[in-house]
């Protein structure tokens, strides 16, 4: 069942997708912002899925599709004849691609609904051939036509698109939030959830995926370790122990192993690694503090207690450090390099 009141937090996008509803002046052309997990695509979904119900319910004061007529049923069976969700073959879209499945598409109406709704994933990956098709559609759309353009960065697009849509960002989720969610609907302990929340900065899909990831749960706990003993350790060691917390083993004696490159865990990978440091960095400061009942990682007393020598000046510098080692991850520099001088950094003999 998917339903408005299920998404938490999106007040701005929401309050956007009543008005529409309410009133029934279509919004034709949207571009849904957000990074990976910050639920673009639940939302797209549950959107059109209102826009098409045979019988839309007010529910707390918002219009909700039913999740019981032939349309809903469909939409949530993924096989709505009306809900389009544009895919590309290659590591981006052909101009081909949106041809077919969109601008020629878009000049049939409708067999079965008042509207079609075309979901575009991805929409960065729209180059400027593609834009371009896409741009005649966007101008002069036909009155049943609804684009929802979903993309993580809208840096990529056209000053001329930008200018055709209603741009909706998902914006973090307050950590309350996704502790009760966590709680309420992944059945998940309050220490741990207020883990996940913290480390998630935010984004709702990383919690979720967190809260249900094994290995994950005993990563901050890996991470605390090699803190403690990151002034004794040499640095080919230090990176090691990085590359264990975020890259599997598969077989131990493989020599695959040699070769892991932090650069191979992935970018969500990484940024949980910096979130995990940056929570740790915090804790160190909220212990100084005199407010353990508000640390993350609760079972770490001891070593907070230890790294409270550390001065507020270190302590700045440690977290503008991480700072920037995600500016850097971001701009796509040597990921092992960048994460080696980030880690040297940890050290609190200097
Ligand atoms: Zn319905």
């Given at each position: 069942?998917?339903?408005?009141?299920?998404?938490?937090?999106?007040?701005?996008?929401?309050?956007?997708?009543?008005?529409?509803?309410?009133?029934?002046?279509?919004?034709?052309?949207?571009?849904?912002?957000?990074?990976?997990?910050?639920g673009k695509k639940?939302?797209?979904?549950?959107?059109?899925?209102?826009?098409?119900?045979?019988?839309?319910?007010?529910?707390?004061?918002?219009?909700?599709?039913?999740?019981?007529?032939?349309?809903?049923?469909?939409?949530?069976?993924?096989?709505?004849p009306e809900i389009r969700i544009l895919t590309h073959e290659k590591a981006g879209y052909g101009v081909g691609e949106i041809r077919d499945q969109l601008v020629n598409d878009a000049a049939l109406k409708p067999m079965i609904s008042d509207y079609r709704i075309y979901i575009i994933p991805e929409a960065e990956k729209l180059n400027i051939p593609c834009q371009n098709a896409l741009l005649k559609t966007l101008e002069e759309p036909p009155s049943y036509v609804v684009i929802m353009l979903l993309a993580s960065n809208a840096g990529t697009l056209l000053p001329t698109i930008l200018s055709r849509v209603i741009e909706l960002p998902m914006r973090p989720v307050s950590d309350e939030d996704i502790v009760q969610l966590l709680m309420k609907e992944e059945k998940v302990a309050?220490?741990?959830?207020?883990?996940?929340?913290?480390?998630?900065?935010?984004?709702?899909?990383?919690?979720?995926?967190?809260?249900g990831d094994a290995d994950f749960r005993s990563r901050p706990e890996r991470v605390i370790r090699l803190l403690s003993d990151i002034n004794d350790?040499?640095?080919?060691?230090?990176?090691?122990?990085?590359?264990?917390?975020?890259?599997?083993?598969?077989?131990?004696?493989?020599?695959?192993?040699?070769?892991?490159?932090?650069k191979d865990a992935g970018t969500d990978e990484l940024l949980s690694f910096l979130a995990i440091l940056r929570t740790v960095v915090r804790d160190i400061m909220v212990y100084k503090a005199g407010a353990p009942e508000k640390l993350v990682f609760k079972k770490h007393e001891e070593y907070y207690e230890k790294s409270a020598a550390m001065t507020w000046p270190q302590l700045f510098e440690k977290t503008a450090l991480i700072d920037e080692a995600e500016d850097y991850l971001s701009s796509n520099v040597n990921t092992e390099l960048a994460i080696e001088m980030l880690m040297l950094g940890m050290r609190t003999n200097q």
């Open positions: 069942m998917t339903a408005f009141r299920d998404i938490i937090g999106q007040e701005q996008a929401k309050g956007h997708v009543r008005s529409v509803l309410a009133t029934g002046r279509m919004t034709h052309a949207a571009l849904i912002t957000g990074e990976t997990g910050m639940m939302f797209a979904k549950t959107w059109a899925q209102a826009i098409l119900c045979e019988d839309r319910q007010m529910v707390f004061g918002f219009p909700e599709p039913c999740g019981k007529c032939r349309s809903c049923v469909m939409a949530e069976a993924g096989t709505h309050d220490y741990h959830a207020r883990e996940c929340a913290a480390l998630a900065e935010g984004n709702v899909g990383r919690a979720i995926r967190y809260a350790t040499a640095t080919p060691d230090i990176m090691e122990a990085v590359r264990d917390i975020l890259i599997p083993r598969g077989d131990d004696d493989s020599p695959a192993k040699k070769k892991r490159n932090l």
